[in-house]
């Protein structure tokens, strides 16, 4: 049976050098034990959902932009050079909240085994919201130091933070998920360019029917 066109056809997870799909967009995903113990980190994309086949009980790996025409078509939108200045930014970012990884992920578990054994949460949830706002001082000073990295990818600096400090207070606050989710509120996304917009929130694309 035909594979559907929408399926991503990269090997995964992505090495760290991935470069060979045009609208790569790299996410790092923390998957968490049924102890709710942070494992290895995962390279996946932001671009990659799950989606059904048309079998019972069968999923598949799929782009959430379309088919290949589809995201080479984004990623002219959204621009290659600014693409590649948005990944430089982003390995960059990435550097500079690693060393509150771990302990950020640590916390969360523990936030979340009290959530499901229906204990108290409170001291978790505080020592989360300490190493946030040491976390967001960092991010802060490192905004500013590469204002002109951001300026370049028609990015405003505080509209970049203000994205940080929600992405950082609904993984604090959700009881459910065990990942940061990126989505993107309209009020925010005002902040910027259309680009920038176009980047985190992509047209949507019509879905094409299962394969029969």
């Known amino acids: 049976m035909p594979r559907p066109d929408d399926e991503c056809p990269y090997p995964k997870p992505f090495p760290a050098d991935f470069n060979a799909c045009p609208a790569f967009q790299a996410r790092q995903f923390i998957p968490l034990d049924t102890m709710y113990q942070p494992l290895e980190p995962v390279l996946t994309c932001r671009h990659l959902v799950t989606r059904a086949l048309p079998q019972r009980h069968r999923w598949y790996a799929a782009c959430s932009l379309g088919d290949a025409e589809a995201r080479g078509r984004w990623a002219s939108e959204v621009g290659i050079a600014r693409l590649e200045r948005i990944r430089a930014v982003q390995r960059e970012l990435g550097t500079a909240i690693a060393p509150y990884g ?31 706002g040491q976390m967001t001082a960092h991010l802060q000073g490192f905004l500013e130091q590469h204002s002109t990295a951001f300026t370049d990818i028609d990015m405003p600096v505080d509209a970049a933070l203000r994205l940080i400090n929600l992405a950082i207070e609904r993984f604090i606050d959700t009881k459910f998920a065990t990942e940061v989710s990126f989505e993107v509120p309209d009020d925010v996304l005002q902040g910027f360019p259309e680009p920038v917009r176009t980047f985190f929130q992509p047209a949507s694309t019509q879905r094409p029917p299962p394969n029969p």
């Open 102 to 132: 771990a302990q950020l992920w640590e916390l969360k578990g523990q936030q979340l085994r009290a959530f499901r054994d229906g204990s108290d949460a409170g001291p978790a949830t505080e020592a989360l919201r300490r190493l946030a």
